[in-house]
C-alpha cells in the first residue's frame, strides 16, 4: 500500500492544511501524523551517537568524579570548551546549519530528534544547544552570504563558539524595549554600541556574539554579528546559579564598542523580529529535551523503585510509586507525539516553501514561524515535564534522591531553567492564545468565529442515539468537546470583554490550559489510530499505548473542566454563567474510566521493561 506521505497528490493536500494552530478548527486524519517509529536507521543513529557522547564525556566523568562541572571554576569552564570542540569534531555543532558551511543539513525533525538525546547531557545541553540553535541561526537564516561564510563553518566545527544576546537588566519579556544603542559614527563604517546585556548564555567563553540594539532613534531593534575580540567590548564574572552550573552565564558591557556597518545583521529595525523567530526554534526543541528527560528520568526511577526494597518487597510493587512512574510514562509519550507531529509538519512546509521558490535558509524560517503556536505550546509542556519528572523520581528515591552523589538533585535544579527561558511559560502560554486571535483574524483558514458557530449542530448530533461507529468515537468525541469548549471560552469572552480580554491574563491563561490539552489529546489519539493500521492490535505492546490515549484523556478532562469552571467565573454572571455551564457540562461529558488500574498497567509494563518502554 503507498504511503500518503510519499505520493505528491496527497502531499499537496497535506500542504493546504500545514497552516500553524490549523488543529483547532480542522479534522486531521491519522495517514497525515508523523510517528517516532517512522524515523529512519540514520535518524536514529543522529540520537545514538548524541547519546553516546552524552553519556562517555558527561556522565561518566559526573559519576566518577561525584562532582558537577562548574563554570564559576576556571578549569572547569576550559573543560567546557574542550567538550564543545570534540562535539564540534563529531559533526555536533552544525546539525542545523547545511552541509555548504560545514554542517550537516539536518531535516527539522531529526534535529528535535536530537535535542532529545541531549537532554542526557545535563548542563551542558544548554551549552551545545545555545551553539547549535540561537547561536548560530540567527546568522544562518539572516546573514548575508559574506557573513555566512566568515563564521558559520567555524561554528559548525566548534572552533568559534556562538552566542546570542538579547536580555538586558530592564529588558526581559518585553525584549523590545532594550536600551543598548548603536550610533553610525562620521565615517560610515563603523557602529558604537553602549549597553549591557545579561544571562548570556556561552557569554563567557564565546567568540561570537549576535547582539541586538536600536540603531539611534530607532522604536524596534536591529541585531548584530559581534566579535570577543572588538575595541570596547567586555564580559563580566559568571554568574552563580541555582541550577545548569556547568554552562557560561554571564552579562556582557559596551563601551564605544566599534562594529564594523558590515557586521548589521539582516535589515535595520528587523531585530526584533528576528529575536522572535530565532526564539520559536528554541521553544519547541526545549519540548523535545523535556521529552528525553521524561524518558531519562523515569528510566532511573524504575531501576531504583526495582532495586530498592521495604517491608519485604520491591517498592515498585507499591501503588504509590506505580502512580508516580505511570504518570511519567504518560507525559513522556503524549509529549513526545505532539512534538515529532509538529516536527514533520514544519519539515512538509519548508517542503512546499521551497517549491514555491523561497531558498533554504528563509523557507526554514518561515517554516517554524508557520507553527509558532505549536511551538509555544511545547515549550511550556516540555519544562513542565522536565520539572515534574525530576521532581517524581526524586520523590521515588527517597533521601538517595536528595544526595547529590546520585545526580538526581542536580537535574531537580537544572530543569527548573526551562520553565523560564526562551520566554517564561506564562509568556508562552499567553502567546499561544494570542497569536492564535490574531490569525483568526487575518486568515480565512482559522476563522475561530465560524468554527463556533457549529456547536448547537454538533450538541444536537450528539443527542441521537443513531449514527454512533468505530472503535475510538468516545475518544474522539470528547477530543472534539475540547476544541468546542476552547471556541465556546473564547467566543464568550470575546464578546463580553472585547479588546479587553487581552488583558485579563488569568482568563488568557486558562484558555491556554485548554488549548495544549487539545493538542496533546489529538496528537495522542492520532498516533494511536495510525499505530493500529501498522501494528498488532492485540498485542500488549499496542494495549498499553492505547491505555496511555484513555488516562491522557481521563486526566485532559479533569483539567479543562477545571479551566472552564474559572474562565466562565472569571466573566459571567447571571444567564449568561448558567448557560456556559449547561453547555460546557454537554461538550464535556463522563469519560468511564479507571485511572488508577490504568495508570498501574502502564506503570507494571515499565517496570517489566526495566525503562521507558516505548
Not at 214 to 243: N, P
Not at 339 to 348: E, K, P
Not at 528 to 552: A, G, M
Request: charged content about 25%; aromatic content about 8%; hydrophobic content about 40%.
Amino acid at each position: 500500500m503507498k504511503d500518503p506521505k510519499s505520493d505528491p497528490a496527497s502531499l499537496s493536500e497535506q500542504n493546504k492544511r500545514l497552516i500553524g494552530g490549523g488543529f483547532l478548527v480542522a479534522d486531521p486524519t491519522s495517514e497525515e501524523m508523523f510517528i517516532s517509529e517512522e524515523f529512519t536507521e540514520e535518524q536514529l543513529m543522529i540520537k545514538e551517537l548524541v547519546i553516546d557522547f552524552c553519556v562517555k564525556n558527561i556522565q561518566q566523568p559526573f559519576f566518577k568524579n561525584d562532582r558537577e562541572l562548574e563554570a564559576t571554576n576556571p578549569e572547569d569552564l576550559m573543560e567546557v570548551v574542550r567538550l564543545l570542540k570534540k562535539a564540534g569534531d563529531l559533526g555536533l555543532c552544525g546539525v542545523s546549519i547545511s552541509e555548504e558551511y560545514g554542517g550537516m543539513g539536518l531535516d527539522f525533525n531529526t534535529n528535535m530528534l536530537y535535542s532529545e538525546a541531549l537532554a542526557s547531557g545535563f548542563a551542558f545541553a544548554t551549552t551545545l544547544g545555545a551553539q547549535t540553535s540561537i547561536g548560530s541561526l540567527p546568522i544562518y537564516y539572516y546573514g548575508n552570504e559574506q557573513q555566512k561564510k566568515h563564521y558559520l563553518p567555524g561554528i559548525a566545527k566548534g572552533e568559534l563558539i556562538a552566542s546570542y544576546a538579547l536580555t538586558e537588566p530592564n529588558s526581559g519579556s518585553d525584549a523590545n524595549s532594550g536600551k543598548t544603542k548603536a550610533i553610525l559614527i562620521s565615517d560610515g563604517q563603523h557602529y558604537l554600541l553602549n549597553g549591557q546585556k545579561i544571562w548570556i548564555t556561552n557569554g563567557g567563553i564565546a567568540h561570537v556574539y549576535v547582539v541586538f540594539a536600536k540603531i539611534e532613534d530607532d522604536d524596534d531593534l536591529s541585531a548584530f554579528i559581534v566579535e570577543r575580540t572588538f575595541e570596547g567590548f567586555s564580559v563580566g564574572q559568571e554568574e552563580k546559579k541555582m541550577g545548569i552550573k556547568a554552562s557560561s552565564t554571564v552579562q556582557i558591557f559596551f563601551d564605544n564598542c566599534k562594529v564594523p556597518a558590515k557586521n548589521l545583521l539582516g535589515q535595520r529595525g528587523a531585530g526584533f523580529k528576528m529575536a522572535l523567530n530565532i526564539l520559536n526554534t528554541g521553544r519547541i526543541k526545549i519540548g523535545a529535551g523535556g521529552v528525553g528527560a521524561g524518558k531519562f528520568s523515569v528510566t532511573r526511577g524504575i531501576e531504583y523503585a526495582i532495586k530498592r526494597e521495604q517491608f519485604g518487597h520491591s517498592i515498585g510493587d507499591f501503588g504509590a510509586i506505580k502512580h508516580l512512574i505511570g504518570n511519567i510514562v504518560m507525559q513522556t509519550y503524549a509529549l513526545e507525539t505532539a512534538v515529532y507531529r509538529t516536527g514533520h509538519n514544519v519539515d512538509l512546509k519548508i517542503e512546499a516553501l521551497i517549491k514555491e521558490g523561497q531558498d533554504d535558509g528563509p523557507s526554514k524560517l518561515n517554516g517554524v514561524r508557520e507553527f509558532a503556536i505549536e511551538c509555544a505550546i511545547l515549550k511550556v509542556k516540555g519544562s513542565e515535564l522536565a520539572c515534574s519528572a525530576t521532581d517524581e523520581v526524586m520523590q521515588i528515591h527517597g533521601g538517595m534522591g536528595y544526595s547529590a552523589t546520585l545526580g538526581l538533585e542536580m537535574a531537580y535544579r537544572d530543569s527548573r531553567i526551562t520553565k523560564i527561558y526562551e520566554g517564561t511559560n506564562d509568556i508562552n502560554s499567553m502567546l499561544s492564545v494570542g497569536e492564535l486571535i490574531k490569525r483568526s483574524l487575518k486568515e480565512k483558514a482559522i476563522d475561530l468565529r465560524a468554527a463556533g458557530k457549529k456547536i448547537p449542530s454538533y450538541l444536537l448530533r450528539e443527542l441521537m442515539p443513531f449514527g454512533r461507529t468505530g472503535k475510538w468515537q468516545k475518544e474522539s468525541r470528547l477530543i472534539k468537546g475540547f476544541k468546542y469548549t476552547f471556541l465556546l471560552l473564547l467566543g464568550a469572552a470575546g464578546n463580553k470583554l472585547r479588546k479587553t480580554l487581552i488583558d485579563e491574563q488569568e482568563i488568557i491563561l486558562n484558555l491556554a490550559t485548554i488549548l495544549s490539552d487539545v493538542y496533546l489529546a489529538e496528537s495522542l489519539y492520532l498516533k494511536i489510530e495510525r499505530l493500529s493500521t501498522i501494528t498488532d492490535q492485540k498485542s500488549e505492546h499496542f494495549l498499553e499505548q492505547e491505555k496511555i490515549l484513555k488516562l491522557y484523556l481521563y486526566e485532559a478532562l479533569a483539567t479543562i473542566r477545571k479551566s472552564t469552571d474559572d474562565v466562565i467565573a472569571s466573566f459571567a454572571q447571571g444567564f449568561e454563567k448558567r448557560s456556559l455551564r449547561f453547555l460546557a457540562g454537554k461538550l464535556l461529558p463522563t469519560y468511564d474510566q479507571n485511572p488508577k488500574e490504568l495508570r498501574r498497567s502502564i506503570a507494571n509494563y515499565a517496570l517489566r521493561h526495566q525503562k521507558y518502554p516505548f
